[in-house]
């Protein structure tokens, strides 16, 4: 009798601790969700201008500007289940502006963004920044040098002069481009990626395809 | 063997009931602040700074290990020694109070490590850090008082 107490007692202990622990661990996801979801609007500073890198409509009456980072998993969600598709069926209602916001944690984020910008110097741009988002999981975790030769790989497979890519890579002026791309969001405000600003006002990060779309349709209004 | 036993249970007595119990609750604030941090990480959200730049020291190159941000080993060790302390109270086996009083050792060498970071290589300050380097001290000064009383234990049993 006393031996089967004490081992509801220690049932009990345990499931005790596991609650304990789940109910911080979830009011921790919950408090970051409402932060991250309830953030104060963002007013976009710096106005598209032909330096960016445009996609879909040039006429639409919706800009769509993402601060994004290759390395981010949360980017890479948007742009495979999102973005792509809605480039692909709605791009004649908006315009799709990507600017580089690599974060310093992504230690291949950077040279990512490099290897986009050097794509986009031989007019691949949207073709290496698909296919980074699309091979992520491959290169995320690789040293920097091993990353850096993987993207000229890729570069090869797009078909593009592979010693041209090479040194464009090393370009100080694309360096530069990355570089004041990611103060221009740190200047804004924008302190996590994906930051997406519709018509210059950073939105609420949309949990669906189809609410991004309502998104843009409210927006075309 | 009689002996033996008698001591066990005279050691458990020394140790006042309050010290596991505090470093429970120390473990499990130490937990809370390490798991908010790691999951700003992979939310990829930087948190609040009320002072200091914390974003400095959370996103610089010692902010991770192999790619594992250090706020996820903090938030392990502290949920180790949050179920060693339970499992003290649990099993009544004093063996796994003693381990948890030395794995604060290493809580507090690796605390050591990322204040002396903050003070003299990243030249910023994250409060949440602050408070984790805090902890972790407070888990190796408790310790330290409850292996001394062991100490005195087994010199004065040995008299």
């Known amino acids: 009798m006393n031996n089967q107490s004490s081992t509801v007692s220690r049932i009990f202990t345990w499931i005790g601790l596991i609650v304990v622990l789940g109910l911080i661990v979830w009011g921790l996801i919950a408090a970051n969700n409402k932060a991250v979801q309830g953030r104060p609007k963002l007013t976009l500073l710096d106005p598209v201008t032909s330096a960016d890198w445009i996609t879909g409509s040039t006429t639409a009456p919706v800009t769509v500007v993402e601060y994004s980072d290759l390395q981010c998993p949360a980017c890479q969600s948007y742009h495979n289940l999102v973005l792509k598709k809605l480039i692909a069926e709605e791009g004649s209602k908006f315009r799709f502006v990507y600017r580089h916001f690599p974060l310093p944690q992504h230690m291949n984020a950077y040279t990512a963004a490099l290897a986009a910008e050097a794509a986009g110097k031989q007019g691949k741009f949207w073709e290496m920044h698909d296919k980074l988002f699309e091979t992520q999981k491959d290169w995320e975790k690789l040293a920097t040098s091993t990353a850096a030769e993987t993207f000229a790989g890729y570069a090869k497979t797009l078909g593009l002069d592979a010693a041209k890519f090479k040194s464009d890579e090393s370009d100080p002026a694309l360096f530069a481009k990355v570089a004041s791309s990611s103060e221009s969001g740190n200047k804004t405000g924008v302190d996590s990626t994906p930051t997406f600003f519709v018509n210059g006002t950073s939105i609420d990060n949309p949990n669906s395809y189809d609410e991004f779309k309502a998104v843009i349709e409210k927006a075309a209004q | ?159």
């Open chain 2, 1 to 159: 063997m009689m002996n033996l036993k008698q001591s066990l249970k005279k050691q458990l007595s020394n140790i006042p009931r309050w010290l596991p119990i505090v470093l429970g609750v120390i473990a499990l604030i130490g937990f809370a602040d390490a798991a908010y941090l790691s999951i700003e990480h992979f939310s990829n959200v930087i948190p609040p700074c009320a002072a200091g730049s914390c974003e400095l020291v959370l996103t610089s190159k010692y902010s991770n290990v192999f790619g594992i941000p250090v706020s996820l080993f903090g938030s392990l060790y502290y949920l180790l020694v949050l179920v060693l302390v339970v499992l003290y109270f649990d099993a009544k086996k004093e063996i796994y109070l003693r381990i948890a009083l030395f794995c604060t050792f290493a809580g507090m060498i690796s605390s050591a490590i990322f204040v002396a970071l903050m003070v003299f290589v990243i030249h910023a300050y994250c409060q949440y850090c602050l408070l984790s380097a805090g902890t972790s001290t407070a888990l190796f000064i408790i310790s330290v008082f409850a292996l001394r009383k062991y100490r005195d234990e087994v010199a004065t049993s040995v008299k």
